[in-house]
DNA sequence: TTAGGCTATCCGCTAC
DNA sequence: GTAGCGGATAGCCTAA
């Protein structure tokens, strides 16, 4: 088969698909998808040294979430984990 | 095809397994899989039910996760988190 | 103590809570956790008396893996069958 | 502040904690988090564009996820065939 | 409603 | 032989 033929400069279309467009947008992505598992990778490793430098990786993470909420809301969900467990007697 | 003579009452056995056995064992393993995802099922449902009763699901949430875990640890895992917090300087 | 005081008919609120509900909720979800744990146990079980008879329990596993995927294959030609209707723009 | 009073050389401790290490430990976390989410926006960009371009997204992200698969299920036919000669003794 | 991240359970490994 | 450890997997929740 000849991709001279099939595939013109300008760009195939394959049941009106820009078929070029469509490869250029499949890899694009699966490129960043790479990259982002890379970068998870990476997040494990810094964990595995914490854990090995005798943090306490829970902690850490929790700290994490912590700095992610906005103070307000920390301080909303205690309050509320504290009624919760005053109606409970805790 | 005659199960009176590929099923010794015996016990068949394909390529030295016993198939009786080993369907017996997959077989009540899926049925406890079942019940188990059926009891997922109900818990969602009270979390739901809690949900329209105005209640905080994730704060409910968070209070199981307290009663599973011995106050010892919680104080534990307070304490450490406490100490994370004071050497960042939060 | 005289829950007759601390608890009227229409139910206690603390603090602006139904604790009477909250506490129900909290136990039969803690029931419900304590029974799927039970089931859990039976399947450990199971799998500890296919090895203690002989079979290897990876390949169990994997052949319960399968059975468990049978039905989502179904569904996935399904979406495949979809994806190129899409294609085709019917 | 100085610093040179409060941060040693050899590293501040904080109820014991190496406080330098974890800040560090923290703050390269949050920087891989931050990447991670700048490029969760880039994919999202791509498909927005493709969406401007006519494509159909739900279709391409089917298309992604069966070229993810197709490495898995390539696992997974050894996996079946291990089985399979593992219930012929092989 | 779906995809992605997070958590928790589980399994094999290793070291004691 | 056992118990901690690290990796893998499955289910849950949330956000788009």
């Known amino acids: 088969m000849s991709d001279v033929l099939t595939r013109p400069q300008e760009g195939e279309t394959v049941g009106g698909i820009a078929a070029d467009r469509l490869r250029s947008i499949i890899e694009r992505v699966e490129r960043l998808e790479e990259e982002r598992k890379a970068i998870a990778g990476d997040i494990?490793?810094?964990?595995?040294?914490?854990?090995g430098a005798g943090f306490d990786v829970r902690t850490i993470k929790a700290i994490l979430k912590l700095r992610r909420l906005e103070p307000a809301q920390v301080e909303e969900a205690e309050t509320l984990l504290d009624i919760y467990k005053r109606?409970?007697?805790m």
Chains 1, 2, 3, 4 share one sequence.
Do not use: D
């Open 44 to 51: 494990k490793e810094i964990f595995s040294e914490a854990k």
């Open 87 to 89: 109606a409970l007697g």
